[in-house]
Nanobody
Framework: QVQLVESGGGLVQPGGSLRLSCVVAESTLEIRAWGWYRQPPGKQRELVAG???????DYADSVKGRFTISRNNAKNTVYLQMNSLKPEDTAVYYC?????????WGQGTQVTVSS
């Protein structure tokens, strides 16, 4: 089983930025497509961004132009750069394979956007 460890969340004001990291505790980063998901309070988990094995990216309409997904194979890490954050971005953020989440979910990282 692959262990996923997310970090980088926190409290940020509207318009601010955060960079989330997800360490994949197994050397499958290069052969998998990966994505970031989020679960807002009281809502279902949703896909935020993903990239396939060819590196093509996909973003939810609500984050296009503001979020960027990337990876560092040498560090087994997937990143999510989040700019121009809005209160509606408040959620627990998770990483997992993309487009289907094949692995057990990690603990996630809380992002709260509030003034």
């Amino acid at each position: 089983q692959v262990q996923l460890v997310e970090s980088g969340g926190g409290l940020v004001q509207p318009g601010g930025s955060l960079r989330l990291s997800c360490v994949v505790a197994e050397s499958t980063l290069e052969i998998r497509a990966w994505g970031w998901y989020r679960q807002p309070p009281g809502k279902q988990r949703e896909l935020v961004a993903g990239f396939d094995r060819a590196g093509r990216t996909d973003y939810a309409d609500s984050v296009k132009g503001r979020f960027t997904i990337s990876r560092n194979n040498a560090k087994n890490t997937v990143y999510l750069q989040m700019n121009s954050l809005k209160p509606e971005d408040t959620a627990v953020y998770y990483c997992n394979s993309y487009p289907g989440a094949l692995y057990s979910w990690g603990q996630g990282t809380q992002v709260t956007v509030s003034s």
